[in-house]
């Protein structure tokens, strides 16, 4: 739950350098009276534009400032969020963009549109969600039936905090666009044995209504035709035992890619732990008082903490750190040993399926030489259906 306690704001429209100050959280409710100009809509502003950067009215930025000062508007928004308190300072001239959790400043991000949408990930609404749930206001309010259907949408994913929904709907989209070039390549695989078949057929037919041959001459064919049988099956006996000498169980290659991601994770757990080592020490060479309970924090106890914090980052430097790292590789490397085993095998089942395909066509082959002994066919026409 979200509760805004305090707003802050100062050389912002009309309001001077001296500034105003609006607790929120004092009373339930709260009626704000004045004449026109007198700033009630400038509260509005400043709020919108302490959390979005931009103003609840349709004002250009510029025009914020104060035109009397034309520097230093500033604008504090503190909120809080399941009893974490937030703080918000944002302005213009200089321009000023900070955002505070328990008064500790969130490390900010390259990118100024990034750390908003950080901010915004921490209210749980973006600007449009924001103006058409929290504040309803004569200058923006749209009925909620009367925006577009995305934009609906989007509101209520965000409301409900069911957006994975639609980043999961999104990856379906792409899997089943996969999978239909798939499917065409497929069909398009069996178009071409279909012809190739119908070719055999009518090849196959065609040598039947062909008058017949002499007997040594279709037993000519008969022989030979063995031999390459034979030939064929000891391809696929030297294929199986290639198979045999490499195999490998199935779900191997699944489970050292599931060992590598788990590596990736210690490694990043790692990380994090040495990260947040270093920041305790920065925090006790730095800051005199506790974060916690606010009271003063002696030299000797500070001291003492960074000792004892160096030591475990050094552990985990010195040893956490390369043993993870010295399994992952590991993982790694059993992965692309795995993978390439499973390559070959891949290679061989495909060869054998060749083979097993082109021994069938001899031995239909070799049942129509048997049924035809006497068709007197040319030997280009026996060529033909054994291709």
Known sequence: MITFKQLTYKNFLSTGDSGNTIYLNRTPSALITGQNGAGKSTMLDAL???????????????????????????????????????????????????????????????????????LEDILGLNYRAFTQIVILGSARYQSFMDI????????????????????????????????????????????????????????????NKRTKQSADKVQEEIDRTNGEIKLVRANVEAIDSDMAAIHQPDHLVRNLRESVSFGKHEVREVAKRHREKQERITFYQREA???????????????????????????????????????????????????????????????????????????????????????????SDMEKARS
């Open 48 to 118: 919108c534009f302490g959390i979005f950067n931009k103003p609840y009215r349709n004002i250009n930025k510029p025009q914020l400032i104060n035109s009397v000062n034309e520097k230093g508007c500033l604008v504090e928004v503190i909120f809080d969020i399941n009893g974490t308190e937030y703080k918000v300072e944002r302005g213009i001239k200089p321009n000023v963009f900070n955002v505070y959790r328990n008064n500790v400043l969130i490390p900010q991000d390259a990118s100024i549109r990034d750390y908003q949408q950080k």
């Open 148 to 207: 577009p259907t995305w934009e609906r949408r989007e509101i209520i994913e965000e409301i409900l905090d069911i957006t994975v929904f639609s980043r999961m709907n999104t990856v379906l989209k792409t899997r089943q666009d996969t999978t239909k070039a798939e499917l065409e390549d497929d069909e398009k695989q069996l178009s071409f044995y279909e012809t190739r078949l119908s070719a055999q057929k009518a090849i196959i037919e065609n040598i």
């Open 289 to 379: 008082d506790c974060d916690v309970c606010g009271q003063e924090i002696s030299e000797s106890f500070k001291n003492e903490k960074v000792i004892e914090l160096e030591k475990e980052k050094e552990i985990l430097e010195q040893e956490v750190v390369p043993r993870v790292r010295e399994k992952q590789q590991e993982y790694v490397d059993q992965l692309a040993k795995a993978e390439k085993v499973a390559s070959e095998i891949q290679d061989l089942k495909l060869k054998k399926s060749e083979e097993n395909n082109q021994l069938s066509t001899l031995e239909n082959y070799m049942v129509t030489l048997t049924n035809n002994l006497t068709v007197d066919t040319s030997d």
